[in-house]
């Protein structure tokens, strides 16, 4: 089935936003270069988004399922679940390296939307607990449920603050100093059991 080209022209505005947006930030961004950059009509871009907020979680759930469908696959591997949270270290430190890392496009959103009620801020939320979740579902192979809740959060900040760090730079010594003490929490969990 071929997309229909209203939903290729919204899917290409969200594309748009997304470039912009990892570039100069979301508040920064107006509409209107949005519009230029896309080379879509104003009724285009209001028919699709009758708000910037609205575009702005398009473009955060756009960013999510892009993530989601890499690491997909890693839980497709027939490996151990300590090589599968290694592998999610290892992702990171493909994108650090890449010229597509701008840093988080979820911490930079939180940053410009802290309202805990804001839509943005939602979809911060949901990207973020996702993470989580998958690292938990992970740990829980080898691991108590309630331990591996704990090693997953543990293990989120590890990669939030590798994340800042690479932004800073340098972006090896960030990942690879996470992911040392992440292998090291994970191991000295299940020995603990």
């Not at 972006?171 to 992440?182: G, L, S």
């Amino acid at each position: 089935m071929t997309p229909s080209p209203v939903s290729d022209k919204r899917q290409h505005v969200v594309e748009t936003a997304y470039v912009l947006f990892k570039r100069a930030g979301f508040h920064a961004t107006g509409i209107d270069r949005i519009i230029a950059e896309a080379d879509v009509a104003k009724m285009t871009m209001y028919r699709h988004f009758p708000s910037k907020d609205e575009l702005i979680v398009e473009v955060l759930d756009y960013r999510a399922m892009r993530f989601d469908r890499q690491l997909d696959r890693l839980a497709q591997e027939g490996i151990p679940p300590e090589q599968k949270i290694g592998r999610i270290f290892d992702w990171h430190a493909r994108w650090f390296r890449s010229a597509d890392f701008h840093g988080c496009l979820f911490a930079h959103a939180l940053a410009e939307f802290g309202d805990p009620g804001h839509p943005v801020f939602k979809a911060v939320v949901r990207q973020k607990n996702g993470l989580k979740r998958r690292m938990r579902s992970i740990l829980e192979e080898m691991m108590p449920r309630g331990r591996a809740e704990s090693v997953a959060a543990t293990l989120l900040m590890l990669i939030e603050g590798a994340t800042l760090l690479a932004q800073m730079g340098p972006a090896d010594a960030a990942i690879r100093d996470a992911r040392k003490a992440a292998m090291g929490i994970v191991a000295a969990s299940r020995k603990s059991q």
